[in-house]
């Protein structure tokens, strides 16, 4: 049977909750024992997905704080199931009592009705972002997992709507409403945002996110391609419509001659593979960018249909982020974190004592330093 709500092989995690509901949270399954918990990451990293941290998105005010009641004492896992709660403190569900018999373009409010016969309408339920905050919470204890591995993670937004960063500058990313990795677009995708949001309409954008010291062959041949997994975790995330690795998208423009990454003594000379050949993690950076659409909800009339199939209008209304991309960045890096440690735990188990060339040699093959 489909698993539909857990994610992962031996890095397990379970999200649970609804948009309106009493709480969300995780239950992470298969974290090795004696794993440190830096409960402050935890926090930083829920805060980065948190409504209500500017005036760019959803005015919905959730402190989203945690409460972890299992796997977790003295501050040190202790293999059991980890479960964290989240309660939901602020949730208008009156905001959706005129749609309740309606379907919302862009939702999955008809699919789910489709599939279930029944859903639940107050802000999407289960298909709302909200559910992102297991993912985040699954996701701050991997990246502590692999930090003992010497990876770390690096996100921002790189677009818009036709608004595009052209500078990765990483720690500003951190330190603007925009979550932009440029400083001079800050400017211009504010007032993308504001624009859409003075005309009742969204925006969409895109997020690049990178894994930077990834374990060198990570992934498996075949279908069980790290990329393919990677592609899949991110298609998970709502509003993501596209996925690419590397130069993904921008390869199908290049000759051979310009997409392949030359192989010098200390490392590859560049990274068109965004760190993944064959299916398998080549020790470069792990590059991946996501599509992310206009958010669906919107102030203004638009067509739809009922449970009966007969012609309505439909006006949502609540608290919605005019642009959806700038709280996916910490949602993106925590399925990427979500990826490279089941699968890092993976080859682990299946390696076991083997010695490689590359463990022999002792040699950690990744970018070439630039002459």
Not at 19 to 35: E, F, N
Not at 270 to 296: D, E, F, M, Q, Y
Not at 300 to 320: I, M, S
Request: some cysteine; glycine content about 12%; hydrophobic content about 40%.
């Amino acid at each position: 049977m489909l698993e539909a709500n857990t994610f992962g092989r031996i890095f397990r995690v379970t999200t649970f909750g609804e948009s309106h509901g009493v709480a969300l949270g995780a239950v992470i399954d298969g974290c090795p024992a004696g794993l440190p918990v830096d409960l402050e990451m935890l926090r930083s990293e829920l805060a980065r997905r948190r409504p209500g941290q500017s005036s760019l998105v959803t005015p919905r005010g959730e402190p989203d704080e945690f409460e972890i009641v299992s796997g977790v004492f003295e501050g040190i896992t202790t293999g059991m199931p980890i479960a964290v709660l989240v309660y939901n403190k602020d949730a208008k569900s009156k905001d959706y009592a005129d749609i309740k018999d309606v379907f919302r373009p862009g939702h999955g409010d008809f699919t789910y009705f489709a599939k279930y016969g029944h859903r639940d309408y107050r802000g999407g339920g289960r298909s709302s972002a909200r559910e992102t905050i297991g993912r985040v919470i699954g996701g701050a204890f991997a990246k502590q997992l692999l930090g003992t591995a010497g990876v770390s993670f690096v996100g921002g937004v790189t677009q818009v709507g036709s608004v595009f960063a052209h500078a990765r500058d990483w720690n500003f990313a951190l330190q603007n409403d925009v979550k932009t990795t440029d400083p001079d677009a800050v400017g211009p995708m504010e007032d993308e945002i504001e624009r859409a949001r003075r005309e009742r309409d969204s925006v969409g954008g895109v997020v690049e996110v990178q894994a930077i010291g990834a374990p060198l062959g990570l992934g498996d041949p075949v279908f069980g391609k790290l990329d393919a997994a990677i592609a899949g975790a991110m298609m998970s995330i709502p509003a993501v419509k596209g996925v690419e690795i590397g130069a993904g998208f921008a390869a199908s423009s290049l000759r051979g001659s310009q997409m392949n990454d030359e192989l010098l003594p200390s490392g590859f000379a560049s990274n068109n593979h965004g760190g993944i050949l064959g299916g398998i993690s080549s020790g470069a950076p792990i590059v991946v960018r996501l599509a992310i659409k206009p958010t669906s909800s919107l102030a203004r009339q638009q067509r739809t249909v009922n449970a009966d199939l007969e012609a309505q209008v439909c006006v949502t209304k609540g608290r919605h982020d005019p642009c959806v991309a700038i709280r996916a960045v910490p949602v993106a890096e925590a399925m990427l974190a979500l990826v490279l440690a089941d699968a890092w735990l993976l080859d682990l188990s299946s390696r076991k004592a083997q010695e490689n060339f590359f463990q022999r040699t002792e040699i950690h093959y990744g970018l070439a330093d630039k002459e």
